[in-house]
Each structure stands twice: as structure tokens, then as C-alpha cells.
T-cell receptor
């Protein structure tokens, strides 16, 4: 059983469309990170959110941390083929001793 | 900043041999590093937490005698897969803990055991 439920598992969209990936849990997280991973490479950190209700923007990517710090979302506006990849959310609880709990990941494919 | 390297990037070995994978934090000191393995189309699975100067902490189900971890300095942790078998073939990824609550990942090592 995964602590973080990520949805959807797979998303295929056309270039220019918008998409949202969700990360939900019944646990409270002290921080939550979003990563993007491409085949054969390690995950690359996109953002860290720590405050309930926090919204962070990274160009066309918008990240939101829920008020209760139990959920998060990643929204991509006007997706481009370069956004293709495996998106992973990962969080730390107060008793996790620095360990990250990963979601199952969302494979995003953006076709031209 | 926050660059983590892994070596080798890929390795092929015969069954029964041992393989050592290095993880280095290049521009910061990491008192804690983590080792993960990842199967195709799956998320990362934490294997162990490596603390500089002390024994590693292994996750449930991970054999500590098979996956030896050494964290001899603030910038280097090594994972040795002993007596490797085909079922150990996987993508192994390390991460280093930088600022509080952030982990930076290495590029991964693809291990294939014949």
C-alpha cells in the first residue's frame, strides 16, 4: 500500500493541451517534492512545497500544496513534447527520518 | 549546485560476482544518502539509508548482507551487490540529502546480471 496515491497513472495528450496530476494521502507531510524522470536517468527535482496552501510556479508548471498538507497537484499549461516524462511526487512525514515516500508515478506523453 | 554523480552508469556482470556502485555529491556535503532500486515502469523503492560514519539502515525485506553500503565520507557512499544473480538486475539510484527536506538524485546505474 502506497502512502501517496498518485493519479492518473498514465496521461497522453496533444501539444498545447493542459494537464493536471494529483497526489493524495491520508497522512500529513512536512514537505512534498515533485520530480520528473526520463528513461534511463535519475529523477530531477522540480519543486519543494512546505506550507499548507502554498502555490509555486515554474514557467508553465504550477504546483499546489493542500491546506492540510495531505495532497498536492501539478498543473501543466500548454504542454509541449519536452514535458514528456514520468512525474513523481514524494513526501516526508514528521516521523520519516528524512526518508521520502514516493507515489507510483504518472507517465505523461505529449505528442506534437 | 546540488549535483550527484553515480559510477558506473551501467554494468554487466556474471552471476555470482560482486558489483560496487559509487554515489558522490559533487558540490555539497551529504551526511545522509539513500539507495533506491527501480523496476521498469515503476516508482522508486527505498532500499536503505546511508549515514556518514555509521551503519546503514535497511528497509524491511532488503538483505543487508547482500547489499553492502559504506558511507566513508560526507561526499561518497557505495553500494556493493554481493554474489549478484539475475533477479538483482535493476536500475539503482542514489540520492543525497542537501538542505532540509530536499533530496537530489544521481543519474542511476543500470545493472544487468547474466
Amino acid at each position: 500500500t502506497q502512502l501517496l496515491e498518485q493519479s492518473p497513472q498514465f496521461l497522453s495528450i496533444q501539444e498545447g493541451e493542459n494537464l493536471t496530476v494529483y497526489c493524495n494521502s491520508s497522512s500529513v507531510f512536512s514537505s512534498l517534492q515533485w520530480y520528473r524522470q526520463e528513461p534511463g536517468e535519475g529523477p530531477v527535482l522540480l519543486v519543494t512545497v512546505v506550507t499548507g496552501g502554498e502555490v509555486k510556479k515554474l514557467k508553465r508548471l504550477t504546483f499546489q500544496f493542500g491546506d492540510a498538507r495531505k495532497d498536492s497537484s501539478l498543473h501543466i499549461t500548454a504542454a509541449q513534447p519536452g514535458d514528456t516524462g514520468l512525474y513523481l511526487c514524494a513526501g516526508q512525514t514528521t516521523d520519516s527520518w528524512g526518508k521520502l515516500q514516493f507515489g507510483a508515478g504518472t507517465q505523461v506523453v505529449v505528442t506534437p | 549546485g546540488a549535483v550527484v554523480s553515480q559510477h558506473p552508469s551501467w554494468v554487466i556482470c556474471k552471476s555470482g560476482t560482486s558489483v560496487k556502485i559509487e554515489c558522490r555529491s559533487l558540490d555539497f556535503q551529504a551526511t545522509t544518502m539513500f539507495w533506491y532500486r527501480q523496476f521498469p515502469k515503476q516508482s522508486l523503492m527505498l532500499m536503505a539509508t546511508s549515514n556518514e560514519g555509521s551503519k546503514a539502515t535497511y528497509e524491511q525485506g532488503v538483505e543487508k548482507d547482500k547489499f553492502l553500503i559504506n558511507h566513508a565520507s560526507l561526499t561518497l557512499s557505495t553500494l556493493t551487490v554481493t554474489s549478484a544473480h539475475p533477479e538483482d538486475s535493476s536500475f539503482y539510484i542514489c540520492s543525497a540529502r542537501g538542505r532540509v527536506d530536499e533530496q537530489f538524485f544521481g543519474p542511476g546505474t543500470r545493472l544487468t546480471v547474466l
